[in-house]
């Protein structure tokens, strides 16, 4: 495994703080257990205790939950009644603190109770803890919307005594999910106002993001105060980038850790991926006759039964096991003990997310080991060239539109279900809401409110929008072993396919849709399966249309289509294809949302094409006089003012140059010019590719939406349009309203996008431009010179 950036970033020590606590318990615990709050604990106790909403931004593992902790019981001590509403985007991290509080005020001897009520609660559990709601009530966004604020008259005792609201995970609350649990917080609001005549204080917990104050500020509608100077304190980090390796590579990489008791993290963004991985190093140790570390390592991630993730959980904390490969799962602060190194294979998409697993490491006063293991997609390439990028680059800033139209009317009508609506207290997006509510008559207006107008209208909606959950049924002992998403379910558990879980090979049997089953058999075998897949987008209705200059632009219904139409199979220790199986009939989803789409005229390939490569060439010109001196310069241009061919001329001269022979930084020229050169036949494809990927990524700006939540397609011949055409949609079933921002602001986008394509230093891309974290091609055919050519045009 070759390493070819080390980066080391220097421990940081502790710096304490203080706060004298009223509650003798506390303070006496505190003192006997030897417990020192950080700076940024005491600071965030104090701010809280002073009435201020707060929004911690410290580094993973800096005992950000003892603020809200510490807080909440400190205010019980003064006030037996109070209340606190703590809410975790997943089950597991909310299981985890319930355990750490209810600890934590066992060993301290205080009299303070915990509940956590989630959909899988049964109901007699429910009933009891609604009838004598806790003083911690621990809970999701989903259980909150759904099980909690529409029955907010069997919670009395909560909400005249609510005093705290905790949101943990701050920033996983982007694009649509952020944009729906944000207006699950104003129904809270309004409901808390509604029973005290003032709203809950906010406790906010986030990893590093971009202007986390504004962020906090617009999701909970409040005004915060930002809590980021930590005074935990860090071990030294050893961070390295390598190039991609083998699978084999990687493997002898794990056992290393494994051999050596290094408490690791492998992440890996495919559950099919985390299973493969763990399977091979199991049959890696078993050929060794190495059976026992074969048992100090275990898959994790979603679709797991709740008792199996727990299981797995604990060993790692106990240090019955050594490695976990995982997915984003254990990106958030489950705890699993002490960590000392990640290992991430493969660009996860963000900063944020990639500083957020290596944060993961170094929770003791241990030297941290964290590997970055790119793929050879372009993405990750980018930061092989640019290693510096990883830590110079901003991070992201999530993106929330709690306004958007499509997800309001959701909100207000379920907000009318729970009280009615007064005019006065309506912003104006609430009040367009309305008045389509009124028109669709799901609303009625009565002395100056406004009511649902029957009880019977369907209020229910997914704030997630994954679809429904499939069970995983084995056959053989009839139980149920875990569960998958529908998406997931028509991409993996087709008839025939093999599904691995915690390491263990099924094939599947079949899937029920009408009763969300998937049967599966435990087989012995040695293969894995890959669907076949065929995306193809069509229009059903056009809605809109219009022009710019000579752009025919539309917008309306798409229908996102994707065939199975077979399977390949795979060696599973090799990943060698063995076969490839084609369906009789192929299996089709259909995604049926909004789109817009626009086309360009023949003309535009060849006037793409001509100037593309006139561009390369002077590119060429300037760049290559920094590996030649002068006289070879000259000799150059005259071979090239010569040739027939320029372009075939360009490749000889720089196939002559060995770049092992260059210092690194000239070698880096050469193959920046080796890569601008090397897709002559693809630049028109490469240039509405490039122009797709820019358009999506500067789409927030106008849209307020997440780059997750809209999805693009480029072709140069459509055959329902029959020309070039750039599709870009919502990533919503039925749309969201993203797509038509785009149809009304097409001119700004083009305009914006230009912008940001011209001024950016790359030459041939890079994630600030046209490279995207989610390309279904692994951002190959892109285009940098032609994608700037072609909105010079667009827009000349």
Request: with cysteine; aromatic share 10%; net charge neutral.
């Amino acid at each position: 495994m070759e390493i070819i950036y080390r980066k080391v970033l220097e421990p940081v020590e502790s710096v304490y703080g203080d706060y004298d606590f009223k509650c003798k318990k506390i303070k006496d615990f505190l003192k006997e257990s030897g417990i020192r709050l950080y700076l940024h604990q005491a600071e965030g106790i104090k701010a809280v205790l002073e009435g201020k909403d707060i929004v911690v931004t410290t580094p993973t593992a800096s005992g950000k939950s003892m603020i809200y902790t510490l807080s909440i019981l400190e205010t019980i001590c003064q006030n037996p009644n109070t209340r606190a509403i703590l809410i975790f985007p997943l089950v597991a991290l909310a299981r985890d603190q319930a355990e750490k509080i209810e600890n934590f005020i066992q060993k301290a001897g205080l009299k303070a109770t915990v509940k956590t009520y989630y959909g899988s609660t049964d109901k007699e559990e429910r009933y009891k803890i609604r009838n004598n709601p806790p003083n911690f009530l621990i809970t999701t966004p989903d259980m909150l919307s759904k099980g909690i604020l529409p029955y907010h008259s069997f919670w009395q005792d909560l909400f005249y005594n609510l005093k705290f609201v905790v949101i943990d995970e701050l920033h996983s609350y982007r694009g649509v999910l952020g944009s729906h649990v944000s207006n699950v917080i104003k129904r809270l609001n309004r409901i808390a106002d509604h029973y005290t005549g003032e709203l809950p204080q906010y406790i906010c917990n986030s990893a590093t993001i971009k202007n986390p104050k504004a962020f906090a500020e617009k999701f909970v509608g409040k005004e915060f105060v930002e809590i980021n100077k930590s005074g935990s304190p860090s071990p030294r980090k050893y961070i390295y980038i390598t190039k991609p390796v083998s699978n084999e590579a990687l493997i002898k990489l794990i056992k290393d850790h494994i051999e050596r008791d290094i408490p690791t993290i492998v992440f890996i963004d495919s559950r099919k991926d985390v299973e493969l991985l763990y399977k091979n190093i199991k049959l890696s140790f078993q050929k060794e006759n190495k059976e026992e570390l074969s048992k100090k390592v275990s898959p994790y991630r979603s679709g797991y039964n709740p008792e199996f993730r727990e299981e797995i959980e604990k060993k790692m904390a106990n240090g019955e096991l050594k490695v976990l490969i995982s997915t984003s799962a254990l990106e958030m602060g489950i705890d699993i003990g002490n960590i000392d190194s990640v290992i991430v294979r493969g660009f996860p998409g963000t900063l944020a997310s990639l500083w957020q697993r290596f944060g993961r490491a170094g929770r003791r006063n241990r030297d941290s080991i964290n590997y970055f293991i790119p793929k050879n997609d372009v993405l990750d390439q980018f930061y092989v060239k640019n290693p510096e990028d990883l830590f110079n680059r901003s991070v992201e800033e999530p993106v929330i539109n709690p306004n958007n139209k499509y997800i309001l009317k959701n909100h207000v009508l379920v907000a009318a279900k729970e009280l009615p609506l007064e005019l006065k207290n309506l912003s104006s997006p609430e009040k367009e809401a309305v008045k389509e509510l009124l028109e669709e008559g799901k609303l009625r207006f009565n002395n100056g409110k406004f009511y649902i107008k029957s009880k019977s209208i369907n209020t229910d909606f997914n704030i997630r929008s994954t679809g429904d959950l499939y069970e995983i049924i084995d056959v053989k002992t009839q139980t149920t072993i875990g569960e998958m998403n529908q998406e997931y379910a028509f991409y993996e558990a087709f008839e025939k396919a093999v599904y691995i879980h915690g390491g263990v090979t099924y094939k599947v049997l079949g899937k029920n849709d009408e009763e969300k089953v998937i049967y599966v058999e435990e087989s012995n075998l040695n293969y894995f399966t890959e669907p076949i897949l065929q995306t193809e987008i069509n229009i059903i209705k056009e809605e809109k249309q219009g022009s710019y200059k000579d752009i025919k632009l539309y917008y309306g219904e798409v229908n996102v289509r994707s065939l199975i139409v077979g399977y390949s199979t795979f060696d599973i220790e090799k990943h060698k294809k063995i076969k490839d199986v084609k369906f009789e009939k192929p299996l089709e989803r259909n995604f049926i949302t909004k789109g817009m789409w626009f086309t360009l005229e023949n003309y535009y390939e060849n006037l793409v094409m001509e100037r593309t490569k006139k561009e390369k060439l002077s590119i060429f010109l300037r760049e290559i006089q920094k590996l030649v001196d002068v006289g070879n310069y000259n000799l150059i241009k005259t071979i090239l003012n010569k040739a027939k061919n320029q372009w075939q001329a360009v490749s000889s001269i720089l196939n002559s140059f060995n770049v092992e022979s260059l210092p690194k930084d000239k070698g880096r020229v050469l193959e920046d010019l080796k890569e601008t050169f090397k897709n002559r036949d693809d630049i028109f494809i490469g240039s509405i590719h490039g122009l797709e990927h820019g358009m999506i990524g500067i789409f927030s700006i106008f849209a307020m939406n997440d780059r997750w939540d809209i999805g693009g397609v480029s072709t140069n011949y459509h055959p329902q349009t029959e020309k070039a055409t750039i599709f870009i949609y919502d990533g919503i079933e039925g749309g969201i309203g993203y797509a038509e921002v785009g149809y009304e602001r097409l001119e700004d986008i083009l305009k914006a996008t230009y912008k940001n394509v011209k001024n950016c230093k790359c030459l041939n891309g890079c994630p600030s431009c046209i490279l995207s974290p989610k390309c279904g091609n692994a951002n190959e055919y892109l285009d940098k010179q032609g994608t700037q050519v072609l909105l010079e045009l667009l827009l000349a």
